[in-house]
């Protein structure tokens, strides 16, 4: 790439950028996050299941997402595991007043039922994602496959707007931060760094409207839909300055947009 805004050439952009992702990745960072909800768990699978379901409501307000994501865990009496495992049909009436946005009690009874699925069937939340990396060794086909396990079972239309669709172009911001949550290792004990046979290198960045701004600006994005061509673009120009975990520039932009309007 070329010189940044006319005036950040590429030495000057990393620095910056490894700056900011040394501020922003920080446990302070935790405490207005949905990665909040999955911290309060200690087993993988309560901690993937929680965050998974943390990611599905992340988007709107972020006291919203983290009041809702906990009220949806208490559902499932703080014990996700446990709920997706053992629960009947009849349990599912509980969920019947949930709202958060346009995810609603019905959508919520097919996630359970889909999860059901997933871990009686499939392994777990882990092993579908494992499974669909292994088709060409990409985050794209780990998404793709996700999609196509979880919906496996009937379910409405509407319900499946809330599983991105990264063949129909999407960006997948909420799937690709679960996936950073679970995946990413580092010394800072932000995300968790679960899951081990897909490689950090293989993650694409969670692009928003805030990270998304940002990188336009910094002359890291030219396209100018938030997209999944947008994401490709992104993660291939961050893989310039970090090939091996180049998702962890996304603590640096997201903070920029955010905490600092940049």
Known sequence: MKSFTGMLTQTDLKEYLEEKYLEFNTEQ???TDPIQVPRSYREKEDVEIAGFLSATLAWGQRSSIIKNANRLLNLMDNAP?????????SDLKRFNSFRHRTFNGDDCSCFMLALQNIYGNYGGLESVFNRG??????????MKYFREVFFELPVAERTQKHVANVVKGSAAKRMNMFLRWMVRMDNFNVDFGLWKEIPASALMMPLDVHSGNVSRKLGLLHRKQNDWKAVVELT????????VDPVKYDFALFGLGVFEKF
């Open 29 to 31: 960072f935790i405490e």
């Open 81 to 89: 595991f446990d709920f997706i495992q053992n629960f009947q049909q």
């Open 133 to 142: 990396y292994s088709i060409d060794r990409s985050g794209f086909y780990a």
């Open 236 to 243: 291939e120009n961050l893989s310039l300055y970090d090939p």
